[in-house]
Every structure is written in structure tokens, then in C-alpha cells.
């Protein structure tokens, strides 16, 4: 089998190709914001090229996209009309009553600001639903009738339908969605009882409501790339990533793009999953730095934590749809440092971007950034980006730092360039902290993944903040996220709310709810083309403590649904909330709010081959000798004689003591002083930190 995958950034799109004979290449081109499907349909065919494949022979064609999100984030999606529930027109504008400001009666709320649905697009209709599921009132057709005209008379390109418990009978959407077959065929149409069939009416409704709002735009872009894809020769169908780390068929995404949201940085984090498992450390932090943003991801033994659905939100805006925890930070090699008005030293989350791009870019950019203080450090030589292809100016990032930060704080460049590097490497290892050792795991048991351009710039030294023993650099820390897409499952998920409590467990409902769910979910794979033989199903429970409003996911137990499979899935739900919020209460019975399944069909893992083996002596790859800038545990900083080496011409079994400095085309690793880097059998870098050294000396297992 052949297969590609192709992960859209600001800057580039990079493009993994592997087979089942070993082979594995890279490629990366310029983005085309205007249209990604162009660079990546033109990077398919220039690496197809290079390798001399057919594009015909590719079996699957895999995709990360942030189309969704930015959609989303600048406010440019469809106008939207929504038909619901006589006395519910103005759902999204209450949401849940809370306000960023407690004690002002006079404030702008985001969710306000920018409204989804207009109100005058906001129509109401006789009907109504009760919770068990039981019609009071039946669907005035004659009224949906008039009122989808109206909408459609409107101009609206979009029509998101949210019924009062339609999670529990869905009949009268999908009578509304026949009518707007009939009267307007040319809207998109988003029933809420098939976006998010729960409960929860808030989070339901802006959930349907934002498919609606990405929808024509987001399945325009797929049915474009679809189309492209197949022109260029591909036989394969596109698969494309979802905020679950699973993956969709291009029918399926185009259908729900609302899976999508944070399709692209959850990709990374399955790339890290992937790396961390070949060089046999399943437990892996993720940490993927790019020009604007870090992404940070925690997988416990290669697992993915999901966020609870009252935390999946987009920008201003709830979407209760399945989410990978992975949170984004402003802080990147492009973050702008800055003195404010106070005198606070600052770093972003204010880009340079792409365009000026640092100061040492020479480009016109004259404010310092990150990347300017790693060049002002001397871990960045002026020939180094890019394999020399790009040359930096050294003294224009000087320059920009003693400007705008140094004589303003009365200290030197290098002082101030630590300083940058320093606030930008804390943020990140804040947000690391937030979600590992305010979750209940101990970063001291995880290995930390380093990834894109400037990933492997700051783990060194995040590492030793947070006494994480390793740090796996891979062999291009720039590809993860494309690397994620091909070590990503085919996965369907679906939902359903049982409220049923422990203490007098509604047996029969539970199993014919996972039953019915699981002949859904595998139905849905069976149509994308797997063999329902080969589908594994998944089953897992939504469950709180009764009076409790929010929930837990967790596992499910395996075997027939009876009272010790009840007394199971209590001890699981007990254990993860103590570790969750360091209590639980065994006393207390357990309200099973929802019940899930998910259908997987697996995906062959990445291919690594393994690199040609040398010795401990890594004198082969040496560069040259820097002097460049580092600092001691007591914080005291001065100029150091640092190696160079070519990450190219290192082998397996090569040590390299720090300060170090690796070179390799898409990126730059610190080793830092007192730290050792082994060049392990698939050509990752696993650097040992202080913490692991101190372990190592005392008898200690770092794992």
C-alpha cells in the first residue's frame, strides 16, 4: 500500500509519503492561502515525481486542514438561518448567562458580537418534543413550509435545524429536512440531531449552528480538493483529519465539517504518539513550534486525552464534537518581544509572521522576535537556515533587540536575547504544567517530542524546567503533523444520552443504545469502503457524580451490560475522577449521562527504516566550533565553545555532548550544557536532561 499525507501550514505544506516496502520520503512547498488544495495537489505531484511513482498507485491520499478553524476565527462564514422550537429563537444569544466581566451590567459578550445566526434569521415553528422523547405538540409543516421560503427569499446559504430533545426523536428535523429539499435544494442543511445528538440545548444548537456556518465553504474546499486529487491521477479516496485524531472520508467531512475545527494541530500530536512509540517511549509530551503559535499535547502510554465537551470551543464558540486535548499558545519563532507602557518585558502573542518575518530576515521587519534572539545567542548561524538556501543578517537582530528591548531595560543584547528566549520558553512550559501536572500525570514519566522549526530550539531547556528526563527530536521535526495523518485510524463516532444513574441502572436502554450505536458506526465505515470484519468498536461512557454538572469521559468496560459490568464502569469512573481532581466518593452512585461508540478501522503504522549504524564518535558530522551564549543552573550566562554538527551525517549510535548545536534543512536542536544526545536506530535524536543524568548517577530509572 501507498499512501501520502499532507498537513497545511501558514507558511508551508508538508507532504510524508511511505509504502509497505519501507519506503519513506518528505517534501514541503510554499502554502497557497488563497486555495491550499493548490500546493497540495502540486507538492503530490512534484514528490510522486522525485520518487517516480504514479500518482494512480497512491492508495490513500490523507489530509490536515485548518480550513474550519480559520473560517471560524475571522468570522467569514455562510449566512445562516435557523428554524427551531416555538419559544426558543433566542438560545445562542443566552447561552449559558455567563460573562467574562461578573460585576459589569453593560458589556459586549463574543458570542454576541458575532452572531452565528442573525435573529431575523432565527425562525420559529409549532412543535414540540418532550425529554423521553414523546411529540406534545406535532410539527406544523404548513408553518416550516412558509418559514423556509421566508429564509430562502432571505439569501441564506445555510439552514441549521435545533429542536427542543431531538437527541431523543429526531422525526420532526428530519421531516424539516425533507421540506428544505423541496423548497430550497441549493442550502446546506445541519439537523442537530445528527451533529450532536445529546443533550445540552446551548451547546447543541451552536454546534449545528457553526456546521452550518462552515458548511458550504469547508465542503466547497473538499469537493475541490476531491476533484484535483482525482485529476492528478489518484485512485485513492482523501481522508481528512478531525479534531478527534481520527479519520474521515471526503464524503463524511464535506457532510459534518464541524469535525474538522482543529483538524491541523491535532495531527502533531499523533505524529508525536507515532515518534515517541519508535524509539520505544510511549509516553510522550508533545511540543510543536511554528513561526506564530505552540501547540502542546499530552499522551499518557500513546493514548489521547479528549476535552470535556463543554470545553471544545472554537474561538468564541461552543462545538460539542469530540476534541483531542491539544492547546495552542501564542508563542512561536516569530512572537515579538517588546517593553510595554508599564515597563513589563513582553513576548507576543504578536507575530511578525512570514511577512517581514524576523528582523534577521532582512526583509523590512525591524521589531525583534524569538528567532532574532536565538540568532543573537549564536545558536542560529547566519548560513544555517535552510541549508544556507536563506541567509539571516546577525546584526540586524542585534540591532532590533538593543533598540526595542535592551536600552530600554539598561542591559545588554545577550541579556535581553536570554530574556526573550526565556519568557517565550516559559509560556510554553506553563502550558505544558497545565496540562500534565494539573491533570494528574507527572511530566517525569513522559518523554518530550520536539517538533516543527522551532520545537527543537526550546526542549532543552523546557525539559529541564519540568525535570522531563528526554527529549525526542525526530529525523525532520517539521513533517510530524504530516507524519500524524499516516499513523492516524479511519474512526467514526456517535453519541448517545441514556440518563440513567448506577444506583437503579436502566439495563436494557444502555444495551440497546450500544447496540444500536455500534451498527451505526460500523454502517458508516462499511460505506467509506472498509470491511465491517476488519472494524474494531470502541465503547466509552459520559458519567459525573449525581448533582454534579459536568462529565467525565471514560472507558467502558467489555462483557454484557449487567450489575457487575455497572459495579466496573463505577470503579473506572471513581479512578478517573480522583486523578482528574485528586478526590472521589465512592459512596456517591454514578449518573451515566452518555453513552459512545466509535468504530476504528485501523491504518498500518508508519515505516521507519533504520539509519546506517556508526560508532559513539560523532567527529564525521562536525560543522565547525561557535562561540556561542549559554547559562549554568545558578542562571549565570556567558560565551561557551560550542559544536557544530550536520544532523544529515550522523549515524546511529553517535553521542554528542552539549552545548551542542544540530543543523538539518527545516530545523535547528540545542543540546544544552551538561545534556547528551544519542542518535538512536530510526535516526531520532534522544537527548538525556539533567534530570535523567541525576537519575542515572543515583541508580535511578528515568522511565
Known amino acids: 500500500m501507498k499512501r501520502v499525507g499532507v498537513d497545511v501550514g501558514g507558511t508551508f505544506t508538508d507532504i510524508m509519503y511511505c509504502d509497505d516496502d519501507g519506503g519513506v520520503a518528505v517534501h ?23 520518487l517516480g511513482v504514479d500518482p494512480a498507485e497512491l492508495d490513500q491520499f490523507l ?90 427569499d432571505a439569501g441564506v446559504t445555510a439552514v441549521a435545524v435545533c429542536f427542543l430533545h431531538s437527541y431523543r426523536n429526531p422525526a420532526h428535523e428530519q421531516a424539516v429536512k425533507r421540506i428544505l429539499a423541496e423548497e430550497a435544494p441549493e442550502v446546506f442543511v445541519s439537523l442537530s440531531s445528527e451533529v450532536a445528538p445529546q443533550y445540552r440545548e446551548y451547546e447543541r444548537f451552536s454546534t449545528t449552528a457553526l456546521n452550518a456556518f462552515v458548511g458550504p465553504k469547508v465542503s466547497g474546499y473538499i469537493d475541490r480538493l476531491a476533484t484535483t486529487v482525482r485529476d492528478a491521477g489518484v485512485r485513492g479516496d482523501v481522508g481528512l483529519m478531525t479534531s478527534a485524531g481520527g479519520l474521515v472520508t471526503a464524503r463524511r ?73 491539544v492547546d495552542t499558545i501564542g508563542a512561536g519563532g516569530g512572537s515579538i518581544a517588546f517593553v510595554d507602557e508599564g515597563g513589563m518585558f513582553r513576548v507576543g502573542p504578536r507575530s511578525a509572521g512570514a511577512t517581514p518575518g524576523p528582523a534577521c530576515y532582512a526583509r523590512g521587519g525591524t521589531e525583534p522576535t524569538s528567532t532574532d534572539a536565538m540568532v543573537a545567542l549564536g545558536w542560529l548561524r547566519e548560513d544555517s537556515f535552510l541549508s544556507g538556501s536563506m541567509r539571516i543578517e546577525p546584526q540586524l537582530a542585534a540591532k532590533a533587540i538593543g533598540e526595542h528591548v535592551a536600552d530600554r531595560l539598561g542591559t545588554s543584547v545577550h541579556a535581553a536575547a536570554i530574556g526573550i528566549f526565556r519568557i517565550a520558553a516559559h509560556a510554553m512550559t506553563e502550558a505544558i504544567s497545565l496540562h500534565s501536572v494539573r491533570k494528574g500525570y507527572d511530566p517525569r514519566e513522559f518523554s518530550l517530542v520536539a517538533e516543527g522549526g522551532a520545537g527543537p530550539l526550546y526542549a532543552w531547556h523546557i525539559a529541564d524546567q519540568l525535570g522531563i528526563p528526554r527529549v525526542v527530536v525526530p529525523h525532520h521535526p517539521g513533517i510530524a503533523s504530516a507524519m500524524g495523518l499516516l499513523a492516524t485510524d479511519i474512526r467514526s463516532e456517535i453519541p448517545a ?83 482528574t481532581y485528586s478526590q472521589r466518593f465512592d459512596d456517591k452512585p454514578v449518573h451515566i449521562v452518555n453513552v459512545r461508540v466509535t468504530a476504528v478501522g485501523r491504518v498500518g503504522e508508519v515505516p521507519l527504516a533504520e539509519v546506517e549504524g556508526g560508532g559513539p564518535d560523532p567527529s564525521a558530522a562536525v560543522r565547525t566550533t561557535v562561540e556561542a551564549i549559554f547559562w549554568d543552573s545558578s542562571g549565570t550566562a556567558g560565551a561557551v565553545p560550542t559544536t557544530v554538527y550536520d544532523r544529515d551525517r550522523l549515524r546511529a549510535g553517535n553521542v554528542v555532548d552539549g552545548p551542542a548545536i544540530i543543523e538539518q534543512f527545516d530545523s535547528t536542536t540545542i543540546v544544552g550544557p551538561g545534556q547528551r544526545a544519542v542518535v538512536d536506530r530510526v535516526g531520532h535524536l534522544v537527548i538525556s536532561t539533567g534530570a535523567a543524568r541525576e537519575d542515572q548517577q543515583t541508580g535511578g530509572d528515568p522511565r
Not at 279 to 297: E, K, M, N, Q, R
Not at 315 to 323: C, E, L, Q, T
Not at 511 to 521: K, V
Open 253 to 325: 467531512a464535506a457532510e459534518n465539517p464541524v469535525l474538522l475545527l482543529t483538524s491541523g494541530v491535532v495531527a502533531g500530536l499523533l505524529g508525536g504518539c507515532a515518534i515517541g512509540k519508535a524509539s520505544g517511549y510511549p509516553s510522550v509530551i508533545t511540543l510543536d513550534v511554528g513561526g506564530t503559535s505552540a501547540d502542546v499535547g499530552v499522551a499518557p502510554d500513546g493514548g489521547l486525552r479528549m476535552k470535556h465537551l463543554l470545553d471544545t470551543r472554537i474561538g468564541d464558540y461552543h462545538a460539542m464534537v469530540p476534541m483531542a486535548e
Open 28 to 50: 514541503k512547498v510554499p502554502s497557497t492561502p488563497h486555495d491550499p488544495s493548490v500546493a497540495t495537489v502540486d507538492g503530490v505531484r512534484e514528490l510522486c515525481a522525485r
Open 63 to 152: 489530509h490536515g486542514t485548518t480550513v474550519a478553524t480559520n473560517i471560524v476565527l475571522e468570522h467569514d462564514g455562510s449566512e445562516v438561518g435557523l428554524i427551531t422550537t416555538e419559544g426558543f429563537r433566542d438560545i445562542l444569544h443566552i447561552a449559558r448567562k455567563k460573562r467574562p466581566l461578573n460585576y459589569s451590567s453593560y458589556q459586549d459578550l463574543p458570542w454576541q458580537k458575532w452572531q452565528l445566526v442573525r435573529r431575523r434569521h432565527r425562525r420559529v415553528v409549532p412543535e414540540r418534543v418532550n425529554a423521553a422523547g414523546e411529540v406534545l405538540v406535532p410539527l406544523d409543516e404548513d408553518a416550516t413550509r412558509e418559514q423556509v421560503r421566508l429564509l430562502r
Open 497 to 579: 444520552t441514556v440518563w440513567t444513574s448506577t444506583d437503579d441502572p436502566d439495563l436494557e436502554r444502555i444495551t440497546a443504545e450500544f447496540d444500536r450505536l455500534a451498527g451505526q458506526a460500523v454502517e458508516q465505515l462499511g460505506a467509506d469502503g472498509l470491511d465491517p470484519a476488519d472494524v474494531l468498536v470502541e465503547r466509552s461512557l459520559d458519567c459525573r457524580y449525581l448533582g454534579q454538572g459536568y462529565e467525565l469521559r471514560v472507558p467502558a468496560p467489555d462483557g454484557p451490560i449487567d450489575d457487575d459490568w455497572i459495579a466496573r464502569a463505577s470503579r473506572t469512573f471513581h479512578e478517573v475522577h480522583e486523578r
